[in-house]
């Protein structure tokens, strides 16, 4: 009994987010009505390229060996060929110099009770077992030091070289990125190479400019769609979108309903794709707007649907194109990612 209560509210819940999703879709009834339609070319059966922000210039990771080498983080903890043995000779000849010298000041100053053997037998100065001990001391820190500076050049990671602390050279291949990064990597290089072969065909191409018209005529469209005549603005658009979008306007026409758009605002306007072929020119941008957006009864202008309040933003990819060269540009698609 409980399961049978469970998987009812389920459903009715399903059918309740349906439904609402639906509304919301019918209320969005700007040009297009939020769903993608028409044609990209060979892209057309793929999704347009996402919008993703510019990334900040990544440092380079190529070695550079003409650079002034400096010691890496951490390398003055690191025993290294120049502070290892810079320590050990500093250290080793401060206890050579202080044992001869407290060998030679016993050996004048305490007399032959300061020392037995052939100092003391000598009657005073340094005899020859205080020269054979000084040397032995002196051979020991030598063999050590040799030792260390040996360990140092064989740790790995590190080389002497001019008695600095120096990163070897780094094999010179290509920075390694996760997929993410590398996706979007591939998508600059596309469309700077989509954007240099329209160039190569019409020098006066600019990128700003063409943002610019693109946001005109996203205007001068949505006017056309809510006064539910797309002739007016045939020029901007290809057969078969003035075809969709006219038959949607004919659709509000028989059901006496206005689509009213109003507040418009368009953020940013943002090439994501560009690219060539059979001859025409294809460039997709990201349209990231917001405005009102709601229905009114033809006959009483009673709003039937949507909201004279609460605007609507949204993101859409919009694909123009042309015939290779100096032409005027016509939508040839409107597309939602989500």
Request: aromatic letters at 10%.
């Amino acid at each position: 009994m409980l399961k049978t209560w469970t998987k009812g509210i389920l459903i009715l819940f399903a059918l309740l987010s349906l439904s609402t999703w639906a509304l919301q879709m019918e209320a969005w009834a700007r040009a297009g009505g939020g769903r993608s339609m028409g044609g990209r070319g060979s892209r057309s059966m793929t999704a347009p390229t996402p919008y993703t922000a510019p990334r900040p210039t990544q440092p380079s990771s190529t070695y550079n060996p003409t650079r002034p080498s400096t010691p890496p983080p951490g390398a003055a903890a690191t025993p290294g060929a120049s502070t290892g043995g810079s320590f050990m000779r500093s250290f080793g000849g401060g206890l050579l110099g202080g044992l001869a010298g407290g060998l030679l000041f016993g050996s004048l100053f305490g007399g032959p009770s300061a020392h037995g053997g052939a100092g003391a037998a000598g009657g005073g100065g340094i005899g020859l077992f205080d020269i054979l001990l000084l040397a032995g001391i002196a051979y020991l820190i030598y063999w050590y030091i040799k030792k260390k500076r040996r360990e140092a050049v064989a740790a790995p990671g590190y080389y002497q070289s001019s008695g600095t602390v120096e990163l070897p050279p780094q094999p010179a291949y290509p920075p390694v990125y996760d997929q993410p990064q590398a996706a979007a990597l591939q998508g600059d290089q596309d469309l700077e190479r989509g954007l240099a072969n329209i160039r190569q065909y019409d020098p006066a191409f600019d990128e700003a400019k063409f943002q610019e018209a693109c946001m005109d005529n996203f205007f001068k469209i949505q006017g056309a769609w809510t006064n539910r005549d797309m002739a007016t603005v045939k020029n901007l658009l290809t057969d078969e979108m003035q075809r969709i979008l006219q038959g949607d306007a004919d659709a509000l026409k028989a059901q006496k309903k206005i689509n009213r758009l109003e507040n418009i605002a368009v953020r940013s306007v943002d090439i994501t794709e560009a690219w060539q072929e059979s001859g025409s020119d294809f460039i997709t941008v990201r349209v990231l707007a917001s405005l009102l957006d709601y229905n009114v009864d033809e006959t009483s202008g009673q709003v039937i649907e949507g909201s004279k309040t609460e605007p609507v933003k949204f993101e859409e990819y919009w694909t123009f194109t042309r015939s290779v060269g100096g032409n005027a540009w016509q939508l040839s698609a409107i597309n939602q990612l989500a």
